[in-house]
């Protein structure tokens, strides 16, 4: 699994110079020091808010999100937004999609849910697909170009999506939302808000939702219609206490029944059909996942507060698929692989009587189950003057387990059927009865490792004003530190691929060569690399290395200063510089090889850092805001990663520097009050200084060369009208021309998709409160075709993937609240 400073906000603008403070990651001592800092509020123009602060940010409010198709992912609602661009696998957001933030794929990017870090522990991804439900996202924001102070994210190296949740109320009230849609689209929303009840005062709201419907591709065996299925249920629960104190309680479980929308190569596509997908029915992509946040704030006095937030993560999903296994010896492929599992040979897999099938269809899913602890504690001390010092720490703890337990396909009576279904999603992880034993005994696994991985950062920030409150400074320092403690219980392959192609087997090597590497059968190598440089022999291998145990650590100090200066009531300047640091994802440090001393190394070991300038200009009228600012950042150690969903896995190659600059700018016009328009451009320029190396003699030439996936131009273009009881909104996104390649051969046309949306407020009845509304949203209203996410390779000659963008899809809501 991948801004402009206009604030898309149909409620209350925050503006006054202090708002600076909105550029935090959305912690409870965030919402807490706008409060301090914050003044002069004013209305902004239509959705469209005015902006203050260092840094370049968007920000949505729940009108402008409820505007959009009812459970849509957050990151897609954020689509119009400069420098932000996120690539949906389907219409209404449940297969995922892919991120990308002014060159930036998602696990560079921060993603916060009330501060609480939400991607990956392991590999750092962003799984859009898993996000909350719109109705219980207050607000929204993007931050282009630096992370916050005070993240505890262990990858972001420039970038931070976050969210809020959506506070309790006083007053007790219940909100329903059903939908209907386009493949079969079904969704049904539910929220109770208790008010105040109880001697406290106690305040909660409770919801769930019920979301499925079917992809919208042509899949290669599509007996169960693709299905997609998801559950959701929240609650929130806030306790006030005296002096302005209180603590609360937010959870979340999330679970998605899903099917992998898989990439395909232009020639697959030419093939089979433009909406072609060649997922089978055990081709499923499963989740459970959940999180418990506490949040409090304790007053010491008029000038100094604390805060605690603890959270509680978990996380078990997979990528599921299915492999062929020989009863007579063992052999089987992975991911390009020939492997031989000698426990396996001559044992009645499929349970005919006898060993002789020699490819036994079995589901061969990698399975990840994840628990992760963490702790924010900021402290906020405020001079008389209002100038403001903030200083704290956060720790992160990921437990990852990814186990691979396989088991057979069967029919609907639970036998063997190489056609048939998987028995449970997860494979054998829950139910040992239903593993593929070996004859030893041993459970036959696809992987088998265990992985710590620890951030701990430290912040100290402050916010001063100067010459007579024209003058806004954010001084802060960060520092980070990043360990990852890993346990592989399989061998690995010997040329770097070990995180995706493990050998998990209980076979006994026939040679070991004394460096850390042993041969289980020289006259057979396991696999033959091809070469991504034309005209360079294939490679072969026959070593693998030892199960292992390593540590990898890193800690940097990172420094960061932000200047704003109020050139007059309507004319506004802003600078600002940070630096930040990137460690490679836990999941690549298991592609390891040996070294002449025989100690086992991550291929790829050095983390990612970049520097960031950028340079502002805001404009501020009452029936006009702009905004437009100029950046660069200058990458040491840039990884480029693809995902491959056949191995659940992320490919990475390290490019060495790369200059990345651009523009970026956004307005918006409120003519009338019924009308108001928006507007932004986005231009990035990347360039790859040096060529790289690809295996022990082949280069590849990329110097010069522009980074894959990134557009050179994105427009965003808006419309809000307000007539009587109804109300319109028309937003469009373009985006430009993208490489396939690191080389640069291949590039994908540019495409342009408009979204439309028209809401009648219902007149009122006795029972019912003020949002009571039916909803017609259309996604992509002129049926455009085009690419939307991409896996990139080397060259065109290794065959990029591309996620087809969703066709014309049509849905219809009703909203309820009484």
């Not at 939702?209 to 693709?226: A, V």
Request: net charge neutral; proline share 4%; hydrophobic share 30%.
């Amino acid at each position: 699994m991948k801004f402009t400073k206009s604030i898309i906000l149909a409620g209350t603008a925050l503006t006054g110079l202090f708002l600076a403070s909105a550029a935090l990651a959305q912690s409870t001592a965030t919402e807490e020091v706008e409060v301090v800092v914050v003044k002069g509020a004013k209305k902004g123009l239509g959705p469209v808010n005015k902006e203050t602060g260092t840094k370049t940010k968007t920000a949505i409010g729940q009108d402008y999100i409820s505007a959009q198709s009812a459970g849509q992912t957050i990151a897609e609602t954020l689509n119009l937004a400069p420098g932000y661009n996120f690539t949906n696998n389907d219409p209404y957001g449940s297969s995922g999609g892919n991120v990308r933030l002014r060159g930036l794929d998602g696990s560079r990017v921060s993603l916060t849910m009330d501060g609480v870090q939400l991607n990956d522990a392991g590999n750092y991804a962003i799984y859009t697909n898993q996000q909350l439900d719109p109705e219980l996202i207050q607000s929204a924001t993007v931050i282009t170009g630096a992370t916050d102070v005070d993240s505890m994210t262990a990858s972001a190296s420039g970038g931070t999506v976050s969210y809020t949740t959506r506070k309790t109320s006083d007053t007790f009230g219940v909100e329903a939302t059903i939908s209907t849609g386009s493949f079969n689209y079904n969704r049904q929303f539910l929220m109770l808000n208790t008010g105040s009840v109880g001697p406290f005062g106690t305040q909660a709201w409770f919801a769930a939702s019920n979301q499925n419907y079917d992809t919208f591709t042509i899949e290669k065996s599509p007996t169960d219609n693709g299905k997609l299925k998801k559950q959701q249920y929240n609650f929130n629960i806030y306790q006030p206490l005296a002096n302005g104190s209180y603590f609360g309680v937010r959870g979340n479980y999330n679970g998605n029944r899903n099917r992998f929308i898989f990439g395909q190569s232009l020639a697959n596509f030419a093939a089979n059909g433009k909406y072609y997908n060649s997922a089978g029915i055990n081709n499923v992509n499963p989740s459970n996942t959940g999180n418990i946040r506490g949040y409090s704030k304790w007053v010491i006095s008029d000038h100094f507060f604390f805060t605690v937030d603890p959270t509680y993560q978990y996380v078990m999903a997979n990528g599921g698929g299915t492999g062929g296994i020989s009863e007579v010896d063992g052999k089987m492929s992975v991911s390009g692989r020939t492997f031989y599992y000698s426990e396996l040979a001559g044992v009645d897999i499929d349970g005919d009587g006898k060993a002789t099938n020699t490819s036994v269809s079995i589901y061969n899913p990698n399975t990840t189950v994840t628990n992760r602890y963490s702790l924010t504690s900021t402290g906020v001390y405020t001079f008389t003057r209002g100038d403001v010092i903030r200083f704290g720490a956060s720790f992160d703890r990921g437990r990852t387990r990814q186990s691979g337990e396989s088991t057979l396909v069967v029919d609907d009576n639970g036998n063997y059927n190489k056609n048939g279904i998987y028995i449970d999603p997860f494979g054998g992880r829950n139910d040992e009865s239903i593993r593929i034993i070996g004859k030893d005994g041993s459970t036959h696994e696809r992987r088998y490792r265990f992985s710590l991985a620890n951030v701990d950062t430290f912040f100290l920030e402050y916010r001063g004003h100067f010459l007579e409150d024209k003058l806004f400074v954010s001084l802060g320092v960060k520092q980070q530190k990043m360990e990852r403690d890993l346990n592989q219980y399989c061998y690995s392959p010997d040329d770097g691929s070990g995180s995706y192609a493990p050998f998990c087997t209980t076979r006994t090597p026939v040679i070991d060569n004394g460096n850390g590497t042993v041969v289980f059968d020289p006259t057979k190598p396991y696999l033959t690399t091809k070469n991504p440089v034309a005209g360079q022999p294939d490679i072969k291998h026959t070593a693998f290395i030892k199960p292992y145990h390593t540590n990898v650590d890193f800690s940097k100090t990172l420094p960061s200063l932000g200047l704003t200066y109020k050139i007059t009531d309507a004319n506004q300047a802003y600078v600002n510089y940070s630096e930040a640091l990137s460690a490679p994802r836990t999941d690549n440090y298991y592609g390891v090889i040996v070294d002449g001393t025989g100690t086992v190394k991550p291929a790829n070991p050095l983390p990612e850092t970049n520097k960031t300038i950028e340079l502002g200009y805001r404009f501020t009228s009452s029936t006009f805001t702009a905004t437009a600012d100029v950046w660069a950042q200058k990458y040491e150690n840039r990884i480029v990663s693809s995902y491959d969903p056949d191995s659940d896995s992320y490919f990475d190659r390290n490019v060495g520097s790369v200059d990345l600059k651009g523009f970026e700018a956004s307005a918006a016009w409120a003519p009338t009050s019924s009308l108001s328009l928006f507007g932004g451009l986005t231009y990035t320029d990347t360039e790859i200084l040096s060529d790289y190396a690809s295996g022990a003699t082949a280069t590849v030439n990329t110097k010069g060369k522009s980074l894959p996936e990134v557009p050179d131009w994105m427009g965003t273009l808006g419309m809000t009208y307000k007539l009587s009881d109804f109300t319109f909104n028309l937003s469009g996104k373009y985006v430009g021309k993208r490489f396939a390649t690191d080389l640069n051969d291949l590039e994908t046309p540019d495409y342009t998709v408009l979204n439309g949306s028209v809401r009648w407020d219902l007149p009122g009845l006795a029972f019912l409160k003020p949002g009571t509304y039916a909803q017609l949203n259309v996604i992509n209203l002129t049926d455009e075709y085009y690419y939307g996410s991409i896996s990139s390779t080397v060259a065109a000659s290794n065959k990029p993937s591309f996620n087809v963008g969703a066709p014309r899809t049509v849905m219809l809501s009703l909203h309820t609240a009484f």
